[in-house]
């Protein structure tokens, strides 16, 4: 029921994933009946995929302004928290779990039910940032926390890094602590505290750390990982999509101001279209919740049905590298 | 002397100045011979301004990576501490200060001598960020300070719309605080209490205030001035930055490999230049310190000639605004 753009473009981007992959089904929470009257309102391809979509009754849901206290406190029947409920049961068979909706309530009830792993405190939100050398980068925690002190950070590092070798098969993940210059002295206490943690997770063959990173190196292809607190992820993966689409619509503007309408939609436009899909990382990529004990990924609330697919694909691929047992593996390797 | 690019590129854009604007006379601190020599290999029209080009001796400089300590200690006789001295020496007739050195080094030479006007407990560093229909929002702290209480937010909020105001003529400008979502329960401690703050100050008419504003909003046009800790601004800036520049290479790499050659240097690359160079903001606009007695404008390390032109032509704009002066008025009227 959650994001920006009603249930239907989540139906329409489940719709397209089940499609695609015959052996996946997906269990969509919301009222029934208005689950219902979507599904049949599907188009072909799509519509050929809806036994696969099965509804599960959820009379309403968390609210968008809702905070983490009030989800905890009057959600338990949202169709988030019983998609959480369905996740944690072990009767359901339910691999991951995927929404659209409320950032906060999703941190706050997956913290409860399915709960974290072992030893770790609370989830970090992270997703793919596309980089140079056509890389990507981790860049964690974009919101779960603010004000994260030294050891929350390095447990971040770790989480990253694991992410990295699972899911992207990098055997010595490059891990950056984002500061605001490279020199050792720079930076504030936490940051400075988290990079003596990272540097001696480095000599125990966590991660290969590369110290201090700037804003900047996000982009660079140098780092598969970046950690920060939450509260300068979010405001840089924000700023990040908010500049991009900024400037796709001035590439855009300046080249039909150069060439007739018809020029500039041949050569102007595919170009600009694949750029927006490339550069809008959590529209496209979904971002997963790390350190709970099952898979959660985030789609951005204002995706539309093919960010819902992209988000479901990304779920998929953290289930089949087994991602939480995997992470668990490494937690007890490395952390304190 | 400051500078990735060295004294030259500092020098050529210093002349620039100098030949567009004939009233102009500029000093330049760093080891006599060296600053001779480079004057005296000015190509024309550049060098009609010579005679406007002062040199003052400094034997060293500043080194890249020292520390602010480092320079309150023995930086006393460097280029950036004699070019501040004479700024605040009645003596020199100097309006204006202008570096492309370390930013840390300068921030804590320049709180020392020309010092905070009275009040202001440090400076920010501030600069005009492109936005949406045609404006630009000014991002404030972008690293002079981290960790920052809120009474600290709060002075970022008066500065910022004292130099809108000032600068821009925008008689009530609208300022928002950066934060991790526009609810009232979500961020840090120090952000919501700045919060508090900022309404009170808009209720005794020193700006419109917007609330809480997200990362994204930067861009959008709505907003004058957006105010959040140095450690926040400095990674959204720079990771901008990074993003711009990625961004334009990939829409050139795409036209390239669309377009043949010539078209494409005839079509894109007129564009993306263009475009380059509006999305730098602090590479073609120079960063304030504002909250100092005296003008000091800070020029992108990176800046190539062009933007250390555009450093000295901010630093102009405030002189003509007389923006320390407006800014204590300001000041005396709101705070606390």
Known sequence: MGGDHGSRAIIHGAARAAQEHPALTLELFGPRQHVMAELSRL???????????VPRDAAHAVPPGATAAWA????RSSSMALMLDALSSAQCHVDAAVSAGNTAALVALSRRVPGMLPGIDRPAISTAIPARKQRTCYLLDLGASVDSPAQRLADFALMGAAMAQCVDGIEYPRVALLNVGAEAAKGSVSVRQADVILRRYATQGAFDYHGYAEGGDLFGGCVDVMVCDGFVGNAVLKSSEGLA???VERVQAAFESRLSGRLASFLARPVLRRLKQELDPVRYNGASLLGLSRIVVKSHGGAHAEGFYYAILRAMQEVEHNLPERLAERWQQTAP
């Open 43 to 53: 188009p072909q391809p799509l519509a050929a995929a809806a036994s696969r979509l």
């Open 72 to 75: 905890l406190r009057h959600g």
């Open 245 to 247: 689409s900024m400037l």
